[in-house]
């Protein structure tokens, strides 16, 4: 059965760090696109990073305006574990942090950055709580 979760997500102050991870099993997180989004309160969830499978040849990687710089996604094929490693981080970067998988081709590529309506699974999220 195909899984996604994550751990990581905590209380930090204003300008701290925070890695999360995000353990998939069921299928191989190398060979799909894997995103991070994140549902902040009153505000619609948003794609915050991804990175696609190196089929056919290059892994890309996107992040949104809002943590371009501060944010690095990463992935440890070995452990089959997706990384978001959040840096500077603000207090707007408050939210409930998703992972998610795309399973599909498009073409003969998969796909990066990702919406929501790309996604066929869902982990249940983390926490992460800036504080000023």
């Known amino acids: 059965q195909l899984q996604l979760v994550e751990s990581g997500g905590g209380l930090v102050q204003a300008g701290g760090s925070l890695r999360l991870s995000c353990a998939a099993s069921?299928?191989?997180?190398?060979?799909?696109?894997i995103g991070w989004f994140r549902h902040a309160p009153g505000k619609e969830r948003e794609g915050v990073s991804c990175?696609?499978?190196?089929?056919?040849?290059?892994?890309?990687?996107n992040y949104s305006d809002s943590v371009q710089g501060r944010f690095t996604i990463s992935r440890n094929n070995a452990k089959n574990t997706v990384y978001l490693q959040m840096n500077s981080l603000k207090p707007e970067d408050t939210a409930v942090y998703y992972c998610?998988?795309?399973?599909?081709?498009?073409?003969?590529?998969?796909?990066?950055?990702?919406?929501?309506?790309?996604?066929?699974?869902w982990g249940k999220g983390t926490l992460v709580t800036v504080s000023p």
């Open positions: 998610a998988v795309d399973l599909k081709m498009y073409g003969s590529a998969y796909k990066c950055p990702l919406s929501d309506q790309d996604i066929d699974y």
């Open positions: 069921g299928f191989t997180l190398d060979d799909y696109s």
């Open positions: 990175m696609s499978s190196r089929v056919p040849s290059v892994v890309i990687t």
